[in-house]
């Protein structure tokens, strides 16, 4: 057998990788005599993924609404692929920080122009047949979502407003976490009462959020960027990805999402206005109400008492 120079260095490396490891080359080797070739079909998991669409109604567009709500939750997984990168690096770089921030923003540049998949794409009738079968079911339930804004900001800047001025960085998480605002959605604060709603939510992951809001409350992306060096964090063009990510997900994303759930449940006529959860969803989703903003430091006094303002409808 004759070897190129490049195949005895790879076999080498090789050697050494296993030996690493406490391995067996030869074994390692010979396993690869007897290995399938790999196909696409096999790397992607292209059955699994196509089998995972299970409808509940017997109408067409029902199957839209999974697979556009699927595609959102595969793309969410994309978006913390990307900021656990943010969060494990040590000794971050301005152009690294920059590079990944940009992907992240793009994916949700890539979720705001799909909705009008979901705006366009189905039939009133048919959507308004089957969301009932689908209560009390809701968005609001994406736990991918939660961990997102948990790995984005301090926990202080998902607080309700209202509450908000009680609390600091120094709050235990189990009292912030009952007051973050995606609580006022499934919560009466004068009974303290949840709606099954969010208590079928909270009993699935409670625990794994607050693992979460602990695990990131030094490595969220704002905390990493107030780690850089005062220089760095002057930087333009990492100032403009944070404000450009920050107002992505909390007006533009939010908005479309909103104005696309009003064609359905108002603007059509043929609900009653409620959302398949029972939340009140407008004041829910709407930025100027939820006041949600993951850099507020970034921002003018003027932009943050307008915030989601100009995109009123």
Not at 198 to 213: D, H, N, S
Not at 247 to 266: C, D, F, G, P, S
């Amino acid at each position: 057998m004759n070897l190129t120079d490049n195949s005895e260095a790879i076999l080498k490396e090789i050697d050494q990788k296993f030996q690493a490891i406490n391995q067996k080359t030869d074994v390692q080797l010979e396993g690869l005599l007897w290995a399938k070739p790999i196909t696409y079909w096999d790397y992607i998991q292209t059955d699994a993924l196509l089998n995972l669409q299970i409808q509940r109604t017997t109408l067409p567009d029902e199957m839209v609404f999974i697979m556009y709500h699927q595609v959102n939750e595969l793309i969410f997984k994309m978006i913390l692929w990307e900021i656990d990168q943010i969060a494990e690096k040590e000794n971050i770089q301005v152009d690294f920080f920059s590079e990944r921030l940009s992907r992240i923003t793009r994916y949700f540049d890539m979720l705001t122009n799909s909705f009008s998949i979901m705006e366009n794409g189905m039939e009133v009738d048919q959507y308004m047949k089957f969301r009932n079968t689908l209560t009390p079911a809701s968005g609001f339930q994406s736990a991918q979502y939660r961990m997102i804004e948990f790995a984005s900001t301090d926990v202080i800047n998902l607080t309700d407003r209202r509450y908000k001025a009680n609390f600091d960085e120094n709050t235990d998480l189990e009292t912030s976490f009952e007051h973050l605002y995606w609580q006022a959605a499934g919560k009466d604060y004068h009974t303290g009462e949840k709606s099954y709603l969010l208590q079928e939510f909270e009993k699935k992951y409670k625990e794994q959020f607050l693992r979460q809001m602990a695990s990131f409350k030094t490595k969220n992306i704002w905390q990493k960027f107030t780690q850089l060096p005062a220089e760095d964090q002057q930087n333009t063009e990492l100032i403009t990805a944070m404000r450009h990510y920050d107002e992505t997900v909390n007006i533009t994303w939010v908005m479309q999402h909103l104005n696309t759930a009003r064609k359905y449940i108002l603007e059509s006529g043929k609900g009653n206005g409620e959302a398949t959860g029972g939340s009140d969803w407008q004041k829910y989703m709407h930025p100027k109400y939820q006041r949600r903003i993951f850099f507020p430091k970034l921002w003018t006094e003027e932009e943050l008492s307008n915030w989601g303002n100009e995109t009123v409808a």
